[in-house]
């Protein structure tokens, strides 16, 4: 166990501690994520920017790594990063976005599977 954290409430209520067990955790680097969504859930999908086919002109992103969360989890996953994306640029320094992809100008259809209803997963 890596962090225990223990809230507290003045009003006299039960103090509730949480231990995050991460025993059997599972460490994947990333440097691509894609996020795709429909009404139940939100799928983020992460992998490894390797290879630029330029003969086709095709960027292969090996994925490795698929997050499925409802969407309450997903906004709260949203709003830690945006604080945690804060906090480093106030230690560090602001992160710049040179080069932010037009998603408007990427094929996608060719790769989606939109047989299953709850989801969109890669081929």
Do not use: H
């Not at 945690?84 to 560090?92: D, G, L, N, R, S």
Request: charged share 30%.
């Amino acid at each position: 166990m890596t962090e225990k954290k223990t809230t507290t409430n003045t009003t006299n209520t039960t103090i509730t501690t949480i231990k995050w067990d991460d025993a059997n955790i599972r460490m994947t680097y990333a440097n691509i994520c894609n996020v795709v969504s429909t009404r139940e859930e939100v799928s983020m999908m992460f992998g490894m920017n390797q290879k630029m086919d330029t003969e086709n002109n095709e960027l292969i992103i090996e994925l490795s790594d698929r997050i499925i969360l409802n969407p309450y989890a997903a906004k709260r996953v949203s709003l830690l990063l945006k604080d945690v994306i804060e906090q480093y640029e106030e230690k560090f320094s602001k992160i710049e976005l040179d080069a932010v992809p037009d998603t408007s100008t990427v094929d996608t259809t060719d790769n989606v599977d939109t047989t299953d209803k709850k989801t969109s997963s890669l081929k």
